[in-house]
């Protein structure tokens, strides 16, 4: 069963969130670590990722990887200074906060799927005045659902959060929720469940972050060697990846990565690394400039950061100078 609380996974220390955010954070050892939080469970999703820390650990970097309940607890775990770096897509909380956070690389691009209940609604119409349910706030599952929102003519009655695709997918099937948005895997197995009985609803001119790396200008400055180690390991594992999407489950297997993932999750991590590799998810340099720019046509429109997109600089939400350095070493592509 997947869970909030404290776990250990891959030899990464877990916090527990039942506790409190700030006991939780205060137990982390004083030894110089990278201590990353990530905003979600670990699951098949974040193998690749794991992989990559394992590949950065090799290189002498020494990571303490702290699972959170939500984006927005991670991101304010890395304005506080309690954790180094964070994972997700803090922009809202960026533009707010007098702290310089600055994103300096992006993990994967936007791949959800709105899916219904086809016994109560079939099109985005049929959502008006209903309760649909999204990974967290600030997350790129609620920006999709607000901008389609927006796009639609529509209000949701209600945005509920649910951490975790895997989760969101169970509570369809169970008919806990009868409108969620979930990933590739999530679509594969309602479709495989449950044939017929939901329906995915169409998605136009998404093209924005899901998840990217981001940590405090002061963190970023001090710990360059460390960071650029992150930056190259995490950009030579997506080349990897979307070279050979199968060799996830063999770094699984070799650095004993989620070792108690149920068989049928197991079965699921070469496919759905396939489709997002044949889907281009994962950015091969990065992302950098062109990804902001983007980000900010996306986020504005869906609420998540104000003003004009134009007028948004991007050095006031990136850091460019370690993807830069990292790119200068192990190419583009």
Not at 41 to 54: C, D, P, Q
Not at 88 to 98: H, N
Not at 154 to 168: C, H, Q, T
Not at 222 to 241: C, F, M, P, Q, Y
Request: neutral net charge.
């Amino acid at each position: 069963m997947l869970k909030d609380f404290t776990r250990k996974v891959c030899g990464f220390s877990g916090a527990a969130l039942a506790v409190g955010f700030g006991l939780a954070l205060a137990a982390m050892p004083a030894e110089a670590k990278v201590r990353v939080a990530y905003g979600d469970i670990a699951s098949v999703e974040n193998l690749h990722l794991l992989a990559a820390f394992e590949l950065a650990k090799q290189r002498g970097v020494d990571i303490e990887m702290t699972y959170l309940k939500s984006e927005d607890i991670a991101a304010q775990a890395v304005v506080s200074g309690q954790a180094d770096v964070g994972v997700g897509g803090p922009y809202a909380l960026m533009q707010k906060v007098k702290v310089p956070v600055r994103i300096f690389l992006q993990l994967s691009t936007l791949r959800f799927y709105p899916a219904v209940n086809a016994e109560f609604y079939k099109t985005w119409k049929d959502l008006n005045g209903q309760e649909i349910a999204v990974h967290s706030r600030g997350s790129g599952t609620e920006a999709i659902m607000k901008l389609m929102e927006e796009k639609q003519g529509i209000k949701f009655s209600k945005i509920s959060y649910i951490p975790g695709s895997e989760v969101r997918t169970g509570a369809l099937l169970q008919g806990n929720v009868k409108a969620t948005i979930v990933d590739s895997a999530g679509r594969r197995l309602l479709q495989e469940k449950a044939p017929g009985k939901f329906i995915i609803l169409p998605l136009d001119g998404i093209n924005a972050t899901d998840e990217a790396l981001f940590a405090r200008q002061d963190f970023l400055d001090k710990n360059a060697g460390e960071v650029d180690i992150i930056v190259e390991s995490i950009l030579t594992t997506w080349r990897e990846v979307t070279k050979n999407p199968a060799i996830v489950a063999e770094w699984r297997t070799k650095y004993k990565l989620l070792p108690d993932l149920p068989a049928d999750q197991v079965a699921e991590i070469t496919p759905y690394f396939t489709e997002l590799a044949q889907g281009k998810a994962f950015p091969l340099n990065g992302g950098g400039e062109a990804a902001a720019k983007d980000d900010f046509a996306f986020y504005t429109l869906s609420g998540q950061l104000q003003g004009d997109p134009a007028s948004l600089k991007v050095e006031d939400f990136w850091a460019l100078e370690p993807l830069n350095r990292a790119l200068g070493k192990v190419g583009t592509n």
